[in-house]
């Protein structure tokens, strides 16, 4: 798949099918999210990946009920608990990079996830105590965000985007691209 159908035909998953991902198939996620650039180079991220166990219903009860991507966690063959050590990335202008370097990592694993017919959603409205104590997650690490993985059973339409226009300048601040 192109890289550029890979980044428009993305969408966020929460209904997966229960059929079980390969595991050549999760390692090329986890390698795609491994190549990420960082500050650096020193690639604060960590990567947990859950296939069975005690862990998912620990994960599980971190997820607040009305939170919609529960059923997702709940449901999803995989999922991967995105993880980060701030002491391994740096601050710059008052911006801690650890969030950045795991972002682009994660992204790159969802990109990879949709390329292999995967489904993912990033996830960040949970209890992170609550992961990294269910899970034993070291204190020193950060849960950045959370992702089922697994094969879609639903086809979501494309959400709206700002135009170009909106959001991009040439030159000055509101000498709009197009």
């Not at 550029?4 to 966020?12: I, K, W």
């Not at 650039?37 to 009920?65: H, I, Y």
């Amino acid at each position: 798949m192109d890289l550029f159908q890979v980044v428009r035909d993305r969408r966020s998953i929460r209904k997966y099918q229960e059929r079980p991902v390969e595991w050549e198939k999760i390692e090329q996620v986890l390698d795609a999210a491994r190549l990420a650039p960082s500050w650096k180079n020193m690639q604060c991220w960590r990567f947990l990946v859950l296939t069975e166990g005690k862990g998912r219903q620990a994960l599980l009860d971190a997820f607040p009920d009305d939170n919609p991507g529960k059923r997702a966690i709940a449901s999803a063959p995989v999922i991967i608990v995105v993880c980060a050590d701030p002491a391994e990335s740096g601050i710059e202008n008052g911006i801690e990079y650890y969030v950045a370097d795991t972002a682009i990592a994660f992204e790159h694993l969802c990109l990879a996830a949709h390329a292999l017919g995967l489904g993912s959603c990033w996830m960040g409205w949970y209890d992170e105590p609550k992961i990294r104590e269910g899970l034993g997650i070291p204190e020193r690490l950060r849960v950045v965000g959370v992702t089922p993985l697994g094969y879609p059973d639903q086809e979501p339409k494309p959400r709206p985007r700002k135009e170009l226009s909106e959001i991009a300048f040439v030159n000055q601040w509101g000498n709009a691209t197009c």
